[in-house]
Structure formats: structure tokens, C-alpha cells
């Protein structure tokens, strides 16, 4: 079965441009969640849907959106982009929401963004 | 205050050494905890849960303590393929939300 996939890969953008990534969860997974890792530091969470609704928010400013799909896929746009926007962003599937037993999320390889 | 805090090291250890990473968390309804390994450029992947009772996978020992709100990762017999960040996370009740620390760097050399 294919992971967690998302693209583009690798994206170069300039400040003030828009962006839009995308993910493909595990067949079966219904939960998505995106998180932002900048080198040096450790995910840090932006949004979680599940059954294509927002069930979470981090601290991230109101440039940053997304959706979720009936077939479960997921989109994380992010508007007028800065400097410090340039990250690795994760897509990550579980298979349910508010498991606290497992936990077990799934990442994809993420989406290197540089912003110029 | 961070809401995971780790040290982030790294630690350089030999093959065959015994190596021990802390992590403490602010929220004290936090529920649920774990720890992700990450290589080099690589996306995180789950190492194991953390249970109330300790738990043992092989080489990896986990511990809760949530009196004093911190986890624990001890790993034995350090191979070189032990190499990696080691990611502390912390889940509050219904599981998003999910808190990363900003890993600790563990480097084993021959």
C-alpha cells in the first residue's frame, strides 16, 4: 500500500506569493494533519481534519488555511508568504481522530518550501 | 515555558553505550506520549508509546512520570544505526493537537 504522499516535493517562492500543498493520506485514513518543521526544531502543528472538518488549530496567523476532501486528501495553502514561512511542511495521516491509544501518526516526506 | 522541552544535545556516544533522553511537558492533562525517531532529512516515524507502566521494545526502554510531568527514553547497546533525532511528543485528551519537542541528536560512533 502506498504512504503518506505529498507534493510538490521541493518549491521556491517569493515573499508575498501564494502556496498551496498537498497530501494524500494512507488508503483508509480519515484524519489529517499538517505541521511546519523549521531545521533544528521539531514539528510544530498547524491543522488536523478529520471527516473534512477542522478538529484542531496551532498557533500559526490566519494566512494559514486548509482543507480537507471528501476522498480525504488535503490542501494547506498559505497566503502572502514571509521569510520565515521557508520550512519543511508534513503531511501526516492517522487512522482515526482522538486515538489516544496508538497515536501512531504517519508522515509523509514532506514539502521543502524556500521563500526568496 | 515550552510546552515539550527536550535537551538538545547531541549526544556522542560509542557503540555498545548505554544513552538516556529526558523530556519534560507543561500541560498536566496531557494523556498520551510518545517517541518519534527522525533521520537525516528524513520524515519523523513512530519509536514507541509511552505507558504509564513503563514499557520495553528490545532495546528501548520508555517511562512516564506524571508527578513530575516527564518521559524517558533509554536505549542500550547503542548500534551506529541509532543515529538519529529523537522526538519527545505529547498528546492532550482526544489526541490532536499533537505537541512535538525539538528533538535531542544522538550520534553513535564506531
Known sequence: DAGVTQSPTHLIKTRGQQVTLRCSPISGHKSVSWYQQVLGQGPQFIFQYYEKEERGRGNFPDRFSARQFPNYSSELNVNALLLGDSALYLCASSVDFGLPHTGELFFGEGSRLTVL | ?110
Open chain 2, 1 to 110: 515555558r515550552k510546552e515539550v522541552e527536550q535537551d538538545p544535545g547531541p549526544f556522542n556516544v560509542p557503540e555498545g553505550a548505554t544513552v538516556a533522553f529526558n523530556c519534560t511537558y507543561s500541560n498536566s492533562a496531557s494523556q498520551s506520549f510518545f517517541w518519534y525517531r527522525q533521520d537525516c532529512r528524513k520524515e519523523p516515524k513512530l519509536l514507541m508509546s509511552v505507558y504509564s507502566s513503563g514499557n520495553e521494545d528490545g532495546r528501548f526502554t520508555a517511562q512516564l512520570n506524571r508527578a513530575s510531568q516527564y518521559i524517558s527514553l533509554l536505549i542500550r547497546d547503542s548500534k551506529l544505526s541509532d543515529s538519529a533525532t529523537y522526538l519527545c511528543v505529547v498528546s492532550p485528551t482526544g489526541g490532536f493537537k499533537t505537541i512535538f519537542g525539538a528533538g535531542t541528536r544522538l550520534f553513535v560512533k564506531a
